[in-house]
């Protein structure tokens, strides 16, 4: 029975995230260090971590990030990481939260949470296979092309997974920092495994700590027509309460357009458009009807697109 709840909750839980990570536009990617101890029926310690996002389907020896992305004013967030074992296999963490309040900001959540809502699953896998740790490596570090590893992933996790998989039982998961430069937290927590008796260990000492990586843009345009004469200056204060200061700088008069978006992609706010004089131009977003999260500010004018993420916190 244990084992039956147990890869139920896994498997709706990573069909649900295939279900919108597959219909957002505005995914954000991090890398960085996830660490913890454990002990009972197993015992050690992980330690993983990346300096930068690789760009390939080869898993390196180590690596820790996460990604970010918004569906329906939901806010998902999913963090694999692992270590290598052998040649072949690899020790996996993995964190997924999930916050509908439009905007993800420090908070602590509960594991293992309302299985129902999705709200918080934590999940440490020893000696895993390296097709599965590549298939989850190419969802953080390829957020542009598609889901290439879905099938891949959903097949490993039916057929390898769940027999395998110490779950949370009981716990907590503390986001302490979220920014579109950095995500830090602690946790810790009781994890089960299936079997009878369960097999578990206790998770001590847990701490994540990211930093962001290039967002890639809504919409492409050939990079050899990306004009040089068009700047967004960097945003004022920002993090920020309230109101933000944006500015940017013409080369010569554009026709602009200037509006805010969520991380899912959907328009919040027109800031400004018309046609403007060269030079330096600013305005000011006050957000006081807005929530705390991350938003995006673009720059339009006729060939080009910039993008900016700020956040808002109050």
Same mark, same amino acid.
């Given at each position: ?123 440490? =896998? ?87 990586? =290039? ?100």
């Amino acid at each position: 029975m244990v084992r039956v709840n147990q890869y139920g909750m896994l498997s709706i839980v990573i069909v649900a995230f295939a279900v919108n990570l597959a219909a957002q536009t505005l995914p954000s990617s991090y890398y960085g260090q996830l660490s913890f101890d454990y002990a009972g029926t197993m015992n050690g310690s992980f330690n993983a971590g990346a300096t930068e996002l690789p760009d390939t389907l080869v898993p390196p020896t180590s690596f820790a990030g996460g990604i970010i992305f918004s569906f329906n004013d939901t806010t998902h967030i999913l963090m694999p990481a692992y270590q290598q074992i052998t040649d072949s296999t690899y020790d996996v963490f993995i964190i997924y939260l999930c916050d509908d309040g439009g905007g993800v900001e420090p908070q602590t959540w509960t594991l293992p949470g309302d299985i129902t809502d999705l709200q918080a699953l934590a999940a440490f =896998i020893p000696g895993i296979d390296s097709a599965f740790v590549a298939g989850l490596l190419n969802l953080v570090a390829d957020t542009t092309g598609g889901i290439p590893a879905l099938d891949l992933l959903l097949g490993q996790l039916i057929d390898e997974i769940a027999p395998y998989t110490y779950f949370a039982a009981t716990g907590t998961i503390q986001l302490d920092i979220i920014s579109p430069d950095t995500i830090g937290g602690v946790f810790a927590g009781s994890f089960l495994q299936a079997g009878f008796p369960p097999p578990f260990i206790t998770v001590t000492n847990g701490a994540f700590n990211f930093q962001g990586a =290039i967002l890639p843009p809504l919409a492409t345009t050939p990079e050899d027509v990306l004009p040089s004469q068009v700047k967004l200056h960097a945003a004022y204060p920002n993090p920020f309460n309230a109101s933000v200061t944006l500015g940017y700088f013409l080369s010569r008069s554009a026709a602009i357009e200037f509006a805010v978006f969520d991380l899912s992609g959907r328009q919040v706010a027109e800031l400004d458009k018309g046609y403007r004089q060269a030079g330096n131009n600013s305005l000011t977003w006050t957000a006081n009807d807005f929530s705390s999260g991350v938003y995006l500010v673009r720059l339009n004018t006729a060939n080009s697109s910039q993008f900016q993420k700020v956040l808002l916190l109050k």
